[in-house]
């Protein structure tokens, strides 16, 4: 049966854009009441990393009876989305969760540091001198190497789905910082400074669920540590078993797809009313969701499963990533179709977003450069002109931007780091492998001491804030090898652009609104979705983080 096209969506006047903003939409560009109710009895979130708004828009004018198209044309689509800087996963999905940018969420990647902790490991705290890496990747799980990070289920992958909701019994606290007052070990969901929508749903009584790539993700239980009743978290960057030895699911698209088909399924078996695992009969979660991987992995492999990744050029998707949206299409689908046999349609909102984009999606403007040069260069530079000192960068963190912790805090030290830096010329490559030359380290603007807290709204002195934030020039990518065409953690708008709908329950149809949005305000939204008073969230009351 051929397939009804989607009508053309609704642009908000500059008038309801206003009205928008301080949450009146909803009211003014409404179907009728009976069609809807006023709030929704589920939100379901939806993040798909890498995706860009014009991937979304790509889709969905070529496949116009897509789920993707249905979705956008069931709700608001706001066509000038922003994700957090840095745009990485950490931040990024935190954001979405809390309403908070790094500053006030204390967490700025998914690898950063901290000057007040202690080293993982730390059993004799009296004295101790803090300063201390704070890893929230997979290096936390007991077994990294296992999908089930550790637990010891037999039978995997297939067995994964048996995998415990308590994502953070599966932590090795011997790897987590130490808190030199307590001298205890520091939990993700410690570390961050705000709680989530997670935990006020909790408060109320609701029911909640997420799926997501390391059990780090335990730091989306807030503060209060149980925010996320059924936190599902297969590793992603475990041995991906039926792959060539060594390879982790990202190393193959189709590894990646498979990857993301357990937690699509976590999600089914929840809309079911179940458990992630469908063991228990538990109820419909409130706020629920997961997050997508293999659109991410089909930007950033030059070719996988015989077919070329990334962007053919500008902004237009090559074959491999073309297929993956299709695949995320399918998946999607899926969700919707279940919602709809399981009656819950109606009362259910889904919003989709990004943690972050991926940059470049201009093949022609890839340079790749090999940042641990750079970076020794610094330190041999600093001892030289120092006698008797150490290294100067404590840790740093290279994707497509620069973040660098140092040892010495002082205005002198931050100077010459930036002035190293931008003195620094050499030869990466492109797109094609050929030499590309390179000036001032790739970088485009610095940002070192009191201008790098500045740039993120904290006071100088913060104990977590990048000491020096650099933002690379377009396309440059820091990678020692030729294996990587993308990257995300920058400022660039390839790396911050991404699609933002909130359709279903409770929201107008067919309504697109270009003024520009933060993926914070999905925060504060899922609240006012359910009833809940966007203002519980600590991130929306110091921010004034207004919902959508």
């Not at 912790?405 to 050929?434: E, P, V």
């Not at 909130?502 to 925060?523: C, E, K, M, N, W």
Request: with cysteine.
């Amino acid at each position: 049966m051929p397939r009804r096209p989607v009508r053309p969506a609704r642009t908000v006047t500059a008038a309801a854009a206003a009205l928008a903003a301080v949450g009146a939409l909803t009211v003014t560009a409404a179907a009728p009441a009976s069609a809807r109710p006023a709030t929704a009895r589920h939100v379901l979130l939806l993040s798909v990393d890498g995706l860009h708004q014009s991937d979304l828009a790509w889709y969905v004018a070529r496949h116009p009876g897509s789920a993707l198209a249905r979705l956008a044309a069931g709700g608001v689509e706001y066509t000038h989305a922003r994700t957090t800087v840095p745009s990485d996963s950490f931040p990024g999905m935190v954001g979405q969760v809390t309403g908070g940018d790094p500053g006030v969420t204390g967490v700025y990647y998914d690898d950063t540091y901290s000057h007040a902790l202690l080293p993982a490991g730390t059993t004799s705290c009296a004295g101790a001198r803090p300063g201390a890496e704070v890893d929230l990747t997979e290096d936390l799980d007991k077994n990294k190497d296992s999908i089930d990070a550790g637990q010891g289920l037999s039978g995997l992958p297939g067995s994964v789905l048996k995998m415990t909701g308590k994502a953070a019994s599966l932590i090795d606290p011997s790897k987590l910082p130490v808190d030199p007052r307590t001298c205890e070990p520091v939990y993700p969901h410690a570390y961050l400074k705000v709680n989530t929508v997670f935990d006020v749903a909790r408060e109320a009584g609701l029911r909640t669920a997420w799926s997501d790539k390391h059990v780090a993700y335990e730091i989306l239980d807030g503060p209060s540590g149980n925010g996320v009743q059924d936190l599902f978290a297969p590793e992603i960057n475990s041995t991906a078993t039926g792959y060539p030895a060594g390879d982790d699911w990202t190393k193959d698209n189709a590894a990646t797809e498979q990857y993301d088909g357990y937690k699509v399924k976590a999600v089914l078996n929840e809309i079911d009313g179940y458990d992630h695992g469908r063991t228990h009969k538990v109820g419909t979660p409130a706020v629920f969701g997961m997050n997508f991987q293999s659109v991410s992995t089909a930007q950033k492999l030059p070719a996988s499963d015989g077919l070329a990744s990334g962007y053919v050029s500008k902004g237009v998707p090559g074959p491999l990533l073309a297929k993956n949206l299709a695949f995320v299409d399918r998946q999607i689908g899926a969700f919707l179709g279940e919602l709809r046999k399981r009656h819950l349609d109606a009362g259910t909102t889904v919003i989709l977003s990004s943690k972050h984009g991926q940059s470049p999606t201009d093949p022609a403007a890839l340079t790749r450069i090999d940042d641990g040069p750079l970076l020794d260069g610094l330190d041999a530079a600093w001892k030289s002109a120092h006698p008797g000192a150490g290294d100067l960068v404590a840790h740093a963190v290279d994707d497509d931007a620069m973040l660098l912790w140092l040892t010495d805090r002082s205005r002198a030290a931050t100077d010459f780091a930036k002035a190293y830096l931008l003195a620094q010329s050499g030869t990466g490559n492109g797109i094609d492998g050929k030499a590309r030359p390179f000036t001032a380290a790739g970088l485009k603007t610095v940002y070192a001491g009191a201008a790098a807290a500045r740039y993120f709204h904290v006071k100088p002195g913060d104990s977590r804030v990048p000491d020096l934030f650099g933002i690379t020039r377009y396309g440059v990518v820091y990678t020692g090898g030729k294996g990587k065409i993308a990257e995300h953690g920058g400022a660039h708008a390839d790396d911050l652009d991404v699609p933002l709908v909130v359709s279903g329950a409770a929201t107008p149809h067919g309504v697109r609104v270009d003024r520009p949005v933060r993926t914070t305000q999905i925060a504060p939204t899922i609240l006012r979705l359910l009833g809940l008073d966007p203002r519980s969230l600590d991130a929306v009351r110091i921010e004034h983080t207004p919902a959508l």
